[in-house]
């Protein structure tokens, strides 16, 4: 049941950073693309960073470039996403999933990311 399963998100003050981790079940298909989206309270997922099979093609919004990195391991069926001067905007569930979603995407459990003083 059970595809994407993320990591290390935690409390962190303005400024901060921290590294997602998206791991994949052995059972899991192989995807071209893969994606962080994130879920602020109260709204709706918005996509972060993408990245294609070899790693050599990457997207970000106005929002994160610069600031996020993300990347991925397929020997590992890993995807992971490097944050840094976090500030409180940030402040939501990050989540992996496939690029394009879905018509009716399944979302994991996710992982909390909280900035604040």
């Known amino acids: 049941q059970v595809q994407f399963v993320e990591s290390g998100g935690g409390l962190v003050q303005p400024g901060g950073s921290l590294r997602l981790s998206c791991a994949q079940t052995?059972?899991?298909?192989?995807?071209?693309?893969m994606a962080w989206f994130r879920q602020p309270e109260g709204k709706e997922h918005e996509l972060v960073a993408n990245?294609?099979?070899?790693?050599?093609?990457?997207y970000y919004p106005d929002s994160v470039k610069g600031r996020f990195t993300i990347s991925r391991d397929n020997a590992k069926k890993e995807v992971n996403l490097q944050m840094t001067s976090l500030t409180p905007e940030d402040t939501a569930v990050y989540y992996c999933n496939t690029f394009p979603l879905s018509q009716r995407p399944t979302w994991g459990q996710g992982t909390q990311v909280m900035v604040s003083s």
């Open positions: 990245i294609n099979w070899n790693g050599d093609v990457t």
């Open positions: 052995d059972r899991a298909p192989n995807h071209y693309f």
